[in-house]
């Protein structure tokens, strides 16, 4: 399995900034699609968002126009910037690689004033 790390959560007041960070390890990072999802309290984890190993990318409706994914593979790295983060979007963070069912150990984000 791939490791997985996040990094990057932290506490912002609405309408903030965020960029998460997922760093991997292995050597076959750059073929394989990456994803990030989060969970919320008492809430199922969701899809925010994927992009494949030639870098097309897919959003969740809440999400759309407001986070990019992107990666950049010589760093074995996926990132997830958030921009206009609202209340909603407190939840813990995941980054996985959906091929191997490799999971991050989460980072928190809380949206609040």
């Known amino acids: 399995q791939v490791q997985l790390v996040e990094s990057g959560g932290g506490l912002v007041q609405p309408g903030g900034s965020l960029r998460l960070s997922c760093a991997a390890s292995g050597r076959l990072f750059s073929i394989y699609a990456m994803a990030w999802y989060r969970q919320a309290p008492g809430k199922q984890r969701e899809l925010v968002a994927t992009i494949t190993n030639n870098g097309y990318t897919n959003y969740a409706d809440s999400v759309k126009g407001r986070f990019t994914i992107s990666r950049d593979n010589a760093k074995n790295t996926v990132y997830l910037q958030m921009n206009g983060l609202k209340p909603e979007d407190t939840a813990v963070y995941y980054c996985?690689?959906?091929?191997?069912?490799?999971w991050g150990q989460g980072t928190q984000v809380t949206v609040s004033s």
């Open positions: 996985t690689q959906p091929m191997s069912d490799s």
